[in-house]
């Protein structure tokens, strides 16, 4: 495939500014071609951000459109499935922003349409793309690390505790920091060590947020601001997972904090998001130690981006578009799919099942 392939953006707002968007210009082949936001400010604000392309409202205008190959939707999570399914049936390929639906039913549902009409299907895990979590993956697959025993995650974010918007209402966003942020280190934690099998977790509410960033009273959060998990994994290794969104000092210009780390039999290695090119790696009887990620894994091979150029933190994230535009050119999978969406959908899930039944929970997560 040597042409084009014609993209639209659904859901203008802050992730489609942040990197969808500016990650289109590294793939030779993408191109932007219309955008829907039912904001009618802020879409036309974007045809001068970046740049003129059809716009409309109405996304089941963009489905409708022969001239579009395939859409990146970037909405509130309760029209993620809607949008999603609407998009596919009209043989659309679709990357669709986490949380993939509101629950894995949702989420498998979606997995199934993508499949039966053969579309290209992505889950927009960010993290997955980071240069020391790809040569992490790269350590354990070589067995550099041994066995592996241990994973650990902490993502801290020091955030307002004002309204957060549709994310503090529960049937626009299922759930809050532990469908915002710990599923990413939920699925990326699969994608290292394979399916999590069991999990015990909680979640917690300690802001209000009944009030707006200007001021205004509004309705409370019905949704966690910290999430915990503690899980096993099928090939025998454990993990322990905690998420928050106040902890006090960890602003850090917006990136907060962020370490996941595996202890293997042999050795443990470390990535942080505040330093996504280098890594730490300790062996046995040694210490911790700060290594470069070697330059193959700071970027996929064929992107026109370069990696010295921008924030570390924030420019790998604009591989997500590379690999699903190089997906749709190669006509192969894109990774991670609806199914790596789903799969970490029903560990979440089972996290608020578990707090509520407050029992262990084995995790079902056939499609
Ligand atoms: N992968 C990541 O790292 C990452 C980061 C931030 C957000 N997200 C996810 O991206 C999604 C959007 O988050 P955001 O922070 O950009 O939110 P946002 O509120 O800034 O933007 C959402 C946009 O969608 C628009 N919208 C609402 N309904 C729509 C519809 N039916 N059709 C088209 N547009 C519609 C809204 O008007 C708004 O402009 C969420 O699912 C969120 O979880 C992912």
Redo the contacts with the bound molecule.
């Keep these: 495939m040597t042409q084009k392939v014609r993209l639209a953006i659904?859901?203008?707002?802050?992730?489609?500014?942040?990197?969808h968007v500016p990650g289109i210009q590294y793939h030779p082949q993408a191109e932007l071609v219309a955008v829907?936001?039912?904001?009618e400010v802020?879409l036309a604000q974007r045809q001068k951000d970046w740049g003129p392309t059809k716009q409309t409202?109405?996304?089941e205008e963009i489905a409708a459109d022969p001239e579009i190959d395939a859409v990146i939707i970037?909405?509130?999570?309760f029209?993620?499935k809607p949008?999603a399914l609407a998009c596919i049936a009209a043989g659309k390929h679709v990357m669709c922003?986490?949380?993939l639906g509101l629950n894995f039913a949702e989420s498998a549902e979606m997995y199934r349409a993508a499949k039966e009409k053969s579309v290209r299907h992505m889950t927009?895990?960010?993290?997955r793309f980071a240069p020391s979590m790809r040569y992490l993956q790269h350590l354990l697959r070589t067995g550099a690390l041994g066995q592996p025993r241990h994973f650990r995650s902490q993502r801290f974010l020091d955030l307002p505790e004002t309204s957060w918007?549709?994310?503090q209402i529960k049937k626009l966003a299922g759930a809050g920091d532990l469908?915002?942020m710990t599923i990413?280190r939920i699925d990326f934690a699969q994608n290292l060590l394979g399916p999590i099998t069991e999990v015990c977790g909680a979640v917690a509410q300690f802001a209000k947020r009944d009030t707006t960033a200007d001021g205004q009273p509004c309705p409370p959060s019905e949704v966690d601001d910290w999430s915990a998990l503690i899980g096993r994994f099928e090939n025998g290794a454990v993990g322990v997972w905690e998420g928050s969104t106040l902890m006090k000092g960890h602003h850090n210009n917006g990136v907060g904090f962020e370490w996941a780390e595996i202890n293997g039999s042999e050795g443990s290695a470390v990535y942080q998001l505040v330093e996504p090119n280098s890594i730490l790696i300790g062996k046995h009887g040694g210490s911790m130690e700060k290594q470069v990620v070697p330059p193959e894994f700071l970027k996929p091979a064929s992107s026109l981006r370069d990696p010295s150029e921008g924030l570390p933190s924030t420019v790998f994230?604009y591989d997500?578009v590379y690999e699903f535009v190089s997906a749709i050119v190669e006509q192969r999978d894109a990774v991670p799919g609806f199914d790596d969406g789903a799969c970490a959908q029903a560990v979440a899930d089972a996290v608020l099942d578990s707090y509520e039944q407050k029992k262990w929970m084995t995790i079902d997560a056939k499609m």
């Design positions: 659904i859901g203008a707002g802050a992730v489609s500014d942040f990197h829907c936001d039912p904001n802020l409202t109405n996304y970037a909405t509130p999570n029209t993620h949008i922003e986490k949380p927009a895990f960010t993290y918007s549709w994310r469908f915002d990413h994230r997500l």
